[in-house]
């Protein structure tokens, strides 16, 4: 695949990140093409030219914002991966440690269909690395749920966490998110060894 030139994707960004403060701003449905391209300082057509729809702008604004997210939750996961209790562990330092700038960024005054999005979004981000691990728990012994029932609901419960507009909510409820999370995984969090999910539960 031939690589875009330096200036012509960096249009495509300046686009990217002029896009995604309005429609934080104002919702989804109030931020129109023409007012990501004054922001931007260029003509409605060249948005065209980079992106077929307003959908393409906003997936692909989350998508840049995610950018650094991903490189991280990748590196924690091929590092990690072959010990749950250490993977989880990383990605909590990791979590406590940017939920200050999610709960900055999309905080209460976000709009409610935005919010949603990047939930969705961050969520289906982390799943995969979620599933990778409990993949390879299953594969060691008995898993007390289903492969990708226990990755969907660890990672809707860790994001929601973290993208939680309450000051401070993470590091707060960081012990307790810690042992449910250990819990639906299965792991002792003192050993790391495997153990049975207890029956109040299940």
């Known amino acids: 695949m031939t690589q ?9 960004e300046a686009i990217l990140s002029a896009a995604l403060p309005l429609f934080l701003e104002n919702g989804y449905e109030k931020t129109s093409v023409r007012m990501i391209a004054n922001k931007v300082g260029c003509e409605v057509g060249l948005v065209y030219y980079y992106f ?9 604004a989350l998508a840049l914002y995610f ?10 996961t091929e590092k990690t991966k072959k010990d749950a209790s250490l993977f989880l562990e990383a990605l909590f330092t990791y979590f406590e440690k ?7 960024t999309f905080n209460e005054n976000v709009h409610w269909t935005i919010r949603f999005a990047v939930r969705t979004k961050f969520v289906e981000l982390v799943r995969p690395h979620m599933e990778e691990v409990v993949s390879i728990l299953a594969s ?13 609901t660890a990672s809707d419960m860790l994001v929601g966490a ?3 507009s309450e000051n401070g909510y993470f590091a707060k409820n960081k012990e ?6 250990s819990h639906i995984l299965g792991l002792d969090r003192a050993s790391g060894r495997r153990r049975e999910i207890p029956s109040f539960l299940l």
């Open 140 to 152: 060691d012994s008995r898993m007390p749920y289903a492969v990708a029932v226990t990755a969907k």
């Open 176 to 181: 307790e998110l810690h042992r449910i999370l």
């Open 67 to 76: 950018e650094n997210q991903e490189k991280a939750l990748t590196e924690i």
């Open 4 to 12: 875009k030139p330096t200036a012509e994707l960096s249009r495509r």
């Open 162 to 164: 973290a993208l939680e």
């Open 98 to 104: 940017e939920a200050p700038a999610f709960a900055k």
């Open 52 to 60: 077929s729809t307003k959908d393409d702008v906003f997936e692909n």
